[in-house]
């Protein structure tokens, strides 16, 4: 999340820019690949997501709220090719959260756009809040980005973060947006450890316990 104070708001938008044309240029950006995705993210925001899933233990398990396409998911696939992390994807596939495409059954698509990884998708059909129960282990990376209500972004931080292990990473899209940063203020702040990015509309933090 930015600070409204102008000249900082600037400065972390040119440190944004400055990090994400190194690691292009470097070699350790995402695959272009991705870009050929319909999905809601921003080159900025792919970048983010490749990068801090490079950091997931071996084995280790990244859930996401909202796979729309796969365009976030195919960033953490090919994030984690050597570490080999499993992902959980939540979702009804059914759009419920994108204007104009409502009632679109997505879930083809998304399996199209990410098979070169479907040997470590795990794909969750429904709502977040009736499928919690099948998280049964520990999240390492818990990327929140399905219902931007109040209502929805609070539930699914109450259900989902007692499940993230400590000093795991939690990256939580939209967060421009006034639902989902009152939630972010509310709920993670308090508990958060260390900021991981700062972009426009997005919030990436290791997040201790409550």
């Known amino acids: 999340m930015i600070d409204v104070n102008p000249t900082e708001r600037r400065l972390v938008m040119l440190g944004m820019f400055a990090r994400h044309y190194t690691e292009q240029f470097t070699g350790s950006g995402y695959p272009a690949a991705a870009d050929n995705i319909d999905a809601l993210l921003t080159p900025y925001e792919k970048q983010t997501l490749f990068r801090l899933a490079k950091s997931v ?49 997505t879930y083809p698509t998304f399996e199209q756009n990410t098979a070169p990884f479907a040997d ?61 940063r009152s939630a972010i203020d509310e709920q993670v702040l308090p508990l958060e450890q260390q900021r991981l990015a700062r972009l426009p509309n997005l919030y990436a933090g290791r997040v201790g316990e409550a």
């Open 57 to 105: 233990p071996a084995g280790g398990n990244i859930v996401e709220i909202g796979s729309f396409k796969g365009g976030s998911t195919y960033c953490f696939g090919a994030a984690t090719q050597q570490s080999r992390a499993h992902i959980h994807c939540i979702d009804t596939f059914m759009t419920e959260n994108v204007a104009g495409s409502e009632g679109t059954d």
């Open 120 to 180: 470590r998708i795990h794909v969750i059909r429904g709502f977040s809040q009736d499928v919690v129960d099948q998280i049964t282990f520990a999240i390492d990376l818990l990327f929140v980005d399905g219902d931007h209500s109040y209502k929805g972004v609070s539930r699914d931080l109450r259900l989902y973060l007692p499940h993230l292990r400590p000093g795991g990473i939690l990256i939580m899209h939209d967060s421009a947006y006034s639902p989902v």
